[in-house]
């Protein structure tokens, strides 16, 4: 071998023989670290199990970020006292977080269709888990409200691009089976939280949860940045801000009003917010309707399975959330549970509900998203028939009879409901259409959450209660409607884009 081959250069030129170091040369290092992510990234992104593979990285991520919901809603008293506030004034950790995710959702799924949904979803994640750490470290109310809106902006940015890589990885025909294991996560975590919460919140306190959750998130960071592939990115040369000024300005001022009601009863403030709302999101359709590149495309609603299937999230929501936020106080003042025993009953819904849903994703392939998704709106309407009952019949049965009922319901149609939007788009437009859905979704589920708390505290007894349940089966029905009008055909469910 000649003296080339074996020996190398230092920084003077001067040769040296391998394994000679004289303390001017160069040392070569080898970034291990980086080889070891990118050998992961290339076996993970060139396996023929890639989707399944994509997806799972998602759902760890989709775990981490929603395993302290139910943790931090039942743990508000305890925080209020740690933090020197009261529980009324907690309460908007939670409202700040929902008005930051209804503001920015659209927004970021605009953005992950335009510059790549990995992208957007690994800086979104990026901010919620740094906001972890100072979260738990929050010394007093403000900071607090501070950090979680702050970690809500980032996961407004995961939850849509998220749906839409998964979305990416899987054939359409395929997509409600993926769509069946992401409700397992979304509806499981919050119920695995609440188990695992308490005790950890008894023993050593409200901050050690948000601890816990910038670990397990550090970790779906790590490998969401190591294992998914960039989606197509679509350069739109120009940003709607009317349209995102519009719709932003539109969703707050229902959602706040929504949450003033419910929380103070009927004011002035509330009765103004919730008259102002319709008015600008009419004024949003305006803008849209005129707008080069619009935030939300109004062909969208051409499309009989976008809007079926958004009207019928609706609906859904309204009356499975709504009914969530009443039936505690059902048990408790009607039947005599205690707070903890109601909080056990509450988690069969849940429950239910994440074990029913990734069945229903692969019975979907085969009979399709109509029958499914009206079959499932069908078992929540019965839900909350049973509910109505019980209230009005004292008969505690019933109860369990409508969580059941309401979870198997939920689980089935979810999963169909969704693909049913993403099958409806191009591919370079599903996170906006998830983001729209999304916000469809929670909209219903505010406005839900206000009626039905709103009309069950107009008296006593079950007869209020039984009131409220038949506003949710009322919405339950339009579900119902909206689902029947569900186009099982991929083909003639896309969207015209030309």
């Not at 992104?45 to 302290?68: E, N, P």
């Not at 979305?167 to 996560?185: C, I, N, S, T, Y």
């Not at 499975?320 to 109601?342: D, E, H, K, N, W």
Request: proline fraction near 4%; charged fraction near 10%.
């Amino acid at each position: 071998m000649s003296d080339k081959t074996e020996r190398s250069s230092d920084l003077s030129g001067k040769d040296a023989w391998p394994g000679e170091y004289s303390g001017t040369e160069e040392v070569p290092m080898v970034d291990w670290p980086r080889l070891f992510r990118d050998r992961i990234a290339r076996r993970a992104q060139q396996s023929d199990r890639y989707r399944w593979i994509a997806l799972s990285t998602v759902l760890v991520g989709l775990f981490s970020s929603g395993i302290t919901i139910t943790i931090l809603g039942n743990s508000l008293p305890v925080i209020a006292k740690d933090i020197g506030t009261t529980p009324s004034i907690a309460t908007w950790i939670l409202t700040g977080q929902l008005l930051t995710f209804a503001v920015l959702m659209p927004l970021m799924g605009k953005l992950g269709d335009t510059h790549g949904h990995r992208k957007v979803y690994l800086i979104g994640f990026a901010v919620f888990v740094a906001m972890s750490i100072p979260t738990a470290l929050a010394p007093n109310i403000g900071w607090l409200m501070v950090f979680r809106v702050l970690g809500a902006a980032g996961g407004a940015a995961t939850s849509p691009t998220s749906m839409a890589i998964v979305m990416h990885a899987f054939p359409e025909e395929d997509r409600v089976k993926a769509l069946g294991w992401w409700q397992l996560v979304g509806a499981g975590a919050p119920v695995i939280g609440l188990a695992a919460g308490g005790p950890i919140v008894e023993s050593i306190g409200w901050r050690w949860i948000f601890v816990g959750q910038g670990a397990i998130s550090i970790l779906a960071l790590l490998g969401a940045a190591a294992i998914l592939r960039e989606t197509p990115a679509r350069s739109s040369g120009r940003f709607d801000v009317a349209g995102s000024a519009t719709l932003a300005t539109g969703v707050v001022s229902l959602l706040l009003g929504m949450q003033l009601l419910q929380q103070f009863g009927i004011t002035a403030l509330s009765l103004a917010l919730l008259v102002l709302a319709p008015i600008v999101l009419y004024g949003f359709v305006q803008i849209e309707a005129r707008a080069v590149a619009p935030l939300l495309p109004l062909r969208f609603f051409r499309a009989r399975n976008f809007t079926a299937s958004l009207i019928a999230q609706f609906g859904a929501n309204f009356a499975y959330m709504g009914s969530f936020i009443i039936t505690p106080l059902l048990v408790q003042q009607r039947f005599g549970y205690s707070q903890s025993a109601s909080a056990a009953a509450m988690a069969l819904r849940p429950l239910t509900f994440s074990l029913v849903a990734p069945f229903a994703g692969y019975i979907a392939v085969k009979r399709g998203d109509r029958l499914m998704s009206t079959f499932g709106t069908t078992c929540i309407a019965l839900g909350m028939l049973a509910f109505a009952v019980a209230a009005q019949q004292d008969l505690i049965a019933f109860v369990f009879v409508g969580l059941i009922g309401a979870g198997i319901g939920m689980g089935i149609a979810s999963p169909s409901m969704i693909s049913a939007v993403g099958n409806t788009v191009e591919a370079n437009e599903l996170g906006v259409a998830n983001a729209a859905q999304s916000m469809m979704g929670q909209l219903g589920v505010v406005v839900g959450m206000g009626v039905l708390s709103t009309v069950q505290s107009t008296g006593t007894g079950g007869g209020p209660f039984a009131v409220a349940y038949c506003c949710g089966l009322a919405l339950a029905l339009v579900a119902i409607v909206a689902s029947s009008v569900i186009r099982n055909t991929l083909v003639s469910t896309r969207v015209d884009t030309q």
